[in-house]
């Protein structure tokens, strides 16, 4: 399972359906899983956003 890191609010993903680079916009707020869709082939990723102490995104990225 790949994941992540970013110490911006943006990050670029491979899309666990089309294996595109997706750039995924963060909330900063956002915690925890949600739900957000590709935007290239707009299939639901489940994602998992934790941020550490740094202020820095550890991003995990699945398919539902
Ligand atoms: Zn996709």
């Known amino acids: 399972m790949r994941k992540w890191m ?4 943006d990050v670029e993903v ?8 997706v750039l995924l916009v963060l909330d900063p707020e956002a915690r925890g899983s949600f739900i957000q869709d590709c935007d290239l082939c707009c299939r639901p990723w489940q994602v998992q ?4 102490e740094n202020g820095e995104w550890l ?6």
Do not use: F, G, K
Not at 16 to 21: D, E, F, R, V
């Open 49 to 52: 956003a934790q941020r550490d």
């Open 59 to 64: 991003i995990n990225v699945e398919r539902t």
């Open 6 to 9: 970013s110490n911006m609010d």
């Open 14 to 21: 491979i899309c666990p359906y089309c294996h595109q680079l």
